[in-house]
């Protein structure tokens, strides 16, 4: 099986949290090719209308529910991120800076959602010194992401993939693409599976 999996997705939600773990193991049992796309959520959501589940009362109530069940299905650990909604542009323009190594990537955004979604501590993406050790403690070069971060062509890549994304059709995230065709969030997966069979 040949096919890629286009993956548009922020560090900000947590269903990209959920949706990053599951469709990893999506892609260990079809051995398709994961194409990540890191957007600006924020950005999408103002150019469609949409509004994130905490800013409706009855969504934001069943939101923290459906986790908890999401979690456990999937076999994830989650920890709410007291500083929600974070800033995670800088994290999601050094997840595309990091694109000439993928696995260097691959463990940036794996580090970067744990950092976001999986800490106890509560860690502000947005506060350079606690970033910056836990960046440390993951392994990376916090100075090397940090300046990927503030890069300019990384901004720009930024834009144009949340541009893209809306183009597209994509209100939300996480968004996943198979042969042009886009499934909205985490629990279309199976879909996204049947699509890469087809």
């Given at each position: 099986?040949?096919?890629?999996?286009?993956?548009?997705?922020?560090?900000?939600?947590?269903?990209?949290?959920?949706?990053?773990?599951?469709?990893?193991?999506?892609?260990?049992?079809?051995?398709?090719?994961?194409?990540?796309?890191?957007?600006?959520?924020?950005?999408?959501?103002?150019?469609?209308?949409?509004?994130?589940?905490?800013?409706?009362?009855?969504?934001?109530?069943?939101?923290?529910?459906?986790?908890?069940?999401?979690?456990?299905?999937?076999?994830?650990?989650?920890?709410?991120?007291?500083?929600?909604?974070?800033?995670?542009?800088?994290?999601?323009?050094?997840?595309?800076?990091?694109?000439?190594?993928?696995?260097?990537?691959?463990?940036?955004?794996?580090?970067?959602?744990?950092?976001?979604?999986?800490?106890?501590?509560?860690?502000?993406?947005?506060?350079?010194?606690?970033?910056?050790?836990?960046?440390?403690?993951?392994?990376?070069?916090?100075?090397?992401?940090?300046?990927?971060?503030?890069?300019?062509?990384?901004?720009?890549?930024?834009?144009?993939?949340?541009?893209?994304?809306?183009?597209?059709?994509?209100?939300?995230?996480?968004?996943?693409?198979?042969?042009?065709?886009?499934?909205?969030?985490?629990?279309?997966l199976d879909y996204v599976e049947e699509a890469l069979k087809a």
């Amino acid at each position: 099986m040949a096919k890629q999996v286009e993956y548009f997705f922020d560090f900000v939600s947590a269903f990209s949290y959920v949706g990053h773990k599951a469709v990893k193991q999506m892609i260990a049992r079809t051995g398709a090719d994961l194409i990540v796309r890191p957007m600006f959520l924020g950005g999408v959501m103002a150019a469609t209308g949409n509004r994130p589940p905490g800013m409706v009362a009855a969504k934001g109530a069943y939101m923290n529910k459906d986790l908890a069940r999401i979690c456990k299905r999937h076999g994830i650990t989650m920890h709410m991120n007291p500083h929600f909604p974070m800033n995670t542009r800088g994290l999601t323009r050094a997840a595309i800076g990091l694109a000439d190594d993928p696995e260097t990537q691959a463990r940036f955004i794996d580090a970067a959602f744990n950092i976001c979604w999986n800490d106890p501590r509560g860690i502000d993406p947005n506060d350079p010194e606690a970033l910056g050790a836990a960046l440390t403690e993951a392994g990376f070069d916090a100075a090397q992401i940090m300046a990927l971060a503030t890069a300019d062509e990384n901004k720009a890549a930024l834009r144009a993939n949340t541009d893209e994304a809306v183009e597209r059709g994509a209100f939300g995230a996480p968004t996943f693409f198979v042969d042009g065709e886009m499934f909205f969030g985490h629990d279309r997966l199976d879909y996204v599976e049947e699509a890469l069979k087809a």
